[in-house]
T-cell receptor
Framework: DAKTTQPTSMDCAEGRAANLPCNHSTISGNEYVYWYRQIHSQGPQYIIHGLKNNETNEMASLIITEDRKSSTLILPHATLRDTAVYYCIVYGAGSYQLTFGKGTKLSVIP | SAVISQKPSRDICQRGTSLTIQCQVDSQVTMMFWYRQQPGQSLTLIATANQGSEATYESGFVIDKFPISRPNLTFSTLTVSNMSPEDSSIYLC????????????FGPGTRLTVL
């Protein structure tokens, strides 16, 4: 699976949009971009995933660049409960191999 | 998504003993996995729990230390054997559901402390 690069940490003001970047320049054509978050050592929570089109669900939006070498997870109105470590993972269909990096520690500030 | 539960949620054990962790899903799933998260670290895959056959272990993990069972499509156990303080971690199961995408969903985790 392709490797990802994320900033170590980010701050976001409560109520503002949180934009979390991820670089995955070696992604292959059949690999998906998945986002999870982990709140204070709980089990990772699935957020969203995409292949090449932008995706939106009730939690977040995922913007993938046209060349698929990077993506951005957007939390539209961050709350204090969104404080967590966010993991961007490139995941080959059918491989079932999730490789977790260090992720981005997002702190939402009142 | 499936509802995944783990028992126990946490435990404190003495070195040299063994602990069995249970993972229960409320619907049948195709794949089940076990991960370890050591203090301050990210998650590492231990093994894939195969129904009706031996688990498939990742490099650095062996069956004698982490025996795994999966008797059916909704249940799996992970045993941490002959524990030492280095085994203090959070242990998590994850599943991939039948008829769904390849998305993995995680259980709440078991926090293990070995004294």
């Amino acid at each position: 699976d392709a490797k990802t690069t994320q900033p170590t940490s980010m701050d976001c003001a409560e109520g503002r949009a949180a934009n979390l970047p991820c670089n995955h320049s070696t992604i292959s054509g059949n690999e998906y971009v998945y986002w999870y978050r982990q709140i204070h050592s709980q089990g990772p929570q699935y957020i969203i995933h995409g292949l090449k089109n932008n995706e939106t669900n009730e939690m977040a939006s995922l913007i993938i660049t046209e060349d698929r070498k990077s993506s951005t997870l957007i939390l539209p109105h961050a709350t204090l409960r969104d404080t967590a470590v966010y993991y961007c993972i490139v995941y080959g269909a059918g491989s079932y191999q999730l490789t977790f990096g260090k992720g981005t520690k997002l702190s939402v500030i009142p | 998504s499936a509802v995944i539960s783990q028992k126990p949620s946490r435990d404190i054990c003495q070195r040299g003993t063994s602990l069995t962790i249970q993972c229960q899903v409320d619907s049948q799933v195709t794949m089940m996995f076990w991960y370890r998260q050591q203090p301050g670290q990210s998650l590492t895959l231990i093994a894939t729990a195969n129904q009706g056959s031996e688990a498939t272990y990742e490099s650095g993990f062996v069956i004698d230390k982490f025996p795994i069972s999966r008797p059916n499509l909704t249940f799996s156990t992970l045993t941490v054997s002959n524990m030492s303080p280095e085994d203090s971690s959070i242990y998590l199961c994850s599943v991939v559901g039948l008829g769904s995408t390849d998305t993995q969903y995680f259980g709440p985790g078991t926090r293990l402390t070995v004294l």
